[in-house]
């Protein structure tokens, strides 16, 4: 009597013409799994794109808008000396901000880094190797679509923030002196690096990563 029995070879080829979504037949740990991962990896992209930005300010000797010391002078505003001091200060308290921050989120990095090695083995651990390449290949694709987001948003605040200085600008709220408007001057805002921030933005952009091509473009 004939049999008849189906090779590896003529499943492979069968399943592989499949179409359709599978998604439904993943298991809740699979798909809880992969999302931590995304996420992880999200968070990753994320912190190396401000450390990125950051450093840029520094080396470009500008502070963003969020991290401007919103403090203006009102006992001896009259007083120049004093008031050349005072922006002195707030821009070395902005400066030691963003390094701080650039070094600390450079030690979280290292964690991070052992965290997403973690979860991409227990995603591993749960995952058939066809379906394991196509959920790195869909979570490649997210990553990629919110790089392109981020950097977008990124460089049109620092370009905002450029146009800060062009216009002197950075300090864009006023104190009174004599009856008149004060704003601080170019004067104030260009030395105020030179003296008492040079040796702490050397550093940082040691630190950062080179190259912030996206913030160019």
Not at 14 to 19: D, H, K, N, V
Not at 132 to 141: G, N, P, V
Not at 142 to 159: C, D, G, I, P
Request: with cysteine; charged share 35%.
């Amino acid at each position: 009597m004939a049999t008849f029995a189906y090779t590896e070879g003529d499943i492979n080829r069968i399943t592989s013409a499949l179409r359709g979504a599978r998604e439904f037949l993943t298991s809740d740990n699979e798909r809880g799994i992969a999302q931590k991962l995304e996420r992880e990896l999200k968070k990753k992209l994320s912190w190396e794109l401000h450390i990125s930005t950051l450093g840029e300010y520094l080396r470009q000797k500008r502070i963003p808008r969020g991290l401007r010391v919103r403090l203006h002078p009102t006992l001896c505003r009259d007083n120049p000396e004093h008031r050349t001091v005072w922006y002195k200060i707030l821009n070395k308290c902005s400066v030691d901000l963003m390094v701080l921050t650039i070094e600390s989120l450079q030690k979280e990095l290292v964690k991070l880094v052992k965290e997403i090695a973690t979860v991409e083995q227990e995603l591993a651990a749960v995952t058939a190797s066809t379906d394991l390449e196509t959920l790195k290949k869909q979570i490649e694709d997210k990553l990629k679509e919110y790089q392109k987001e981020t950097e977008e948003f990124k460089k049109r605040k620092f370009h905002r923030d450029e146009l800060d200085y062009q216009r002197d600008q950075v300090y864009s709220w006023y104190t009174r002196t004599d009856n008149r408007s004060y704003r601080p001057n170019r004067d104030i805002n260009s030395q105020k690096w030179r003296s008492d921030t040079e040796g702490v933005t050397s550093s940082s952009s040691a630190s950062s990563s080179s190259g912030v091509t996206f913030l160019e473009r």
